[in-house]
């Protein structure tokens, strides 16, 4: 049913991108003497050039590179991360106006009401300590409704932001990691895969402020792990990551509720095909007895590659009044695919679209729009603009960015009040 499903291979996939932390720190050791350096995988050198902070640099490797060089790995790392330049998505083809939604699939939201998401969530937050939101990696809007998520629990005494991209080397490892995050309130280029996202960073720096404690559960890779079959690895994982949050539940105490931050299926409380396997979600909820709040936002999407699910997100999206919305019919919540039916609430996004060169949901993140300084400017080609916190280290995440091309229209970024600014650009 669209990308939720589609996108499981990637899942067991990401390992290696996952890990490109550790290896960058290890390309930094000097090779032996009359050594031949190997090649890494484009996939590879992309990521260590990300990681070091150098966007644009990677960007280029991949649009540059010998088509040979590009496969469906590196098509999928490419896609996932090439948001973080200005917050618009790449993946999926344009959608179809001549494809119609499934009827069974439409018929199911007749006399359905578009509820406020965020509100729909709360209510039904009170009802536990652990509440499950997914994100599609490619999509920047995600984390920034997960923030809302974040905003709007906090009240509610949830106490720990649990995050999959956060790294997890190893229990010391992430023990400093999220040590150092507490104390410093943003993340670094160490923190974790997907907070290079100038979104996702300014995510964290939001909990952070708000007073959640950062947690890391994803499982500490392992050259056994990397060398088990894919069904395998799903399993490995998804059991990993459920048992780490088990003992970080446990060392939070009783009274500690969280909010989980996950990819895609993770957040599934039922098997789903094509592997049947038991996702996080689920092994979680069996481990402690607890009924977890689990939200999908991943099936309607901007990148679904199935053009009825685009069909179907057009029509739902042209019913909603105000924001992202959760769909109720005689008081039970709606939802469509397989994904959908795995989880408790399934959100519905409007559909984007461009504001002063930025994606429009960017306004809805509590924070100002600012002109980029004209001396910053591209004379001709292109260049991506950041601008950082004033007095942070410099491996420390922009707090936004935005591609400029020059003769198009220039973009606004977007800075929080009260935050002294520091202007740099790679060309």
Do not use: C
Not at 404 to 417: F, K, M, Q
Request: no cysteine.
């Amino acid at each position: 049913m669209g990308r939720g499903i589609a996108a499981l291979s990637v899942l067991a996939s990401f390992a290696i991108p996952v890990q490109m932390g550790a290896s960058a720190a290890a390309q930094d050791a000097t090779p032996p003497p009359n050594a031949t350096p190997a090649v890494q995988p484009l996939d590879q050198r992309f990521m260590e050039s990300l990681t070091r902070g150098h966007y644009l640099e990677a960007m280029d490797m991949v649009e540059q590179a010998d088509p040979s060089e590009v496969n469906d790995l590196v098509q999928s790392t490419y896609g996932q991360f090439r948001p973080v330049l200005d917050g618009f998505v790449v993946n999926g083809a344009a959608p179809d106006p001549s494809v119609t939604p499934d009827d069974a699939e439409l018929a199911a939201y007749d006399g359905a009401e578009a509820q406020d998401a965020i509100a729909a969530i709360v209510s039904r937050a009170r009802l536990t300590r652990i509440v499950i939101v997914n994100e599609a990696h490619d999509n920047p809007r995600d984390r920034a409704f997960i923030l809302k998520v974040a905003e709007a629990l906090r009240p509610l005494g949830f106490t720990h932001y649990a995050a999959e991209t956060f790294t997890n080397f190893s229990p010391d490892a992430a023990a400093e990691e999220m040590g150092w995050l507490e104390s410093q309130g943003y993340p670094r280029w160490t923190s974790g895969t997907f907070t290079v996202d100038p979104m996702f960073a300014y995510l964290v720096r939001r909990v952070l402020a708000l007073g959640y404690h950062p947690v890391a559960y994803e499982t500490a890779f392992s050259p056994e792990f990397l060398a088990a079959s894919t069904e395998d690895r799903i399993a490995l994982r998804e059991q990993a990551q459920a048992e780490n949050l088990v003992r970080a539940l446990a060392e939070a105490g009783p009274d500690a509720k969280f909010l989980i931050h996950v990819g895609y299926a993770h957040a599934g409380e039922r098997p789903l095909p094509p592997t049947e396997q038991g996702w996080m979600a689920a092994r979680l909820a069996g481990l402690t007895r607890i009924d977890p709040l689990t939200v999908d936002q991943t099936t309607f999407a901007e990148t679904a590659s199935n053009q009825k699910v685009r069909a179907l997100q057009r029509v739902l999206a042209s019913r909603l009044a105000a924001g992202p919305a959760i769909f109720f019919k005689d008081g039970k919540p709606v939802s469509s695919g397989q994904l959908g039916q795995a989880v408790d609430l399934q959100v519905v996004h409007s559909l984007v679209t461009a504001v002063d060169g930025r994606p429009d949901w960017l306004r809805e993140t509590g924070r100002r729009s600012i002109a980029i300084p004209p001396e910053l400017l591209p004379i001709e080609g292109r260049r991506l603009v950041q601008v950082f916190a004033a007095g942070e280290a410099p491996d420390a995440i922009p707090l936004d960015q935005a591609l400029v091309t020059a003769g198009e229209e220039l973009p606004v970024l977007y800075v929080p009040d009260n935050v002294g600014l520091r202007w740099a650009v790679q060309d």
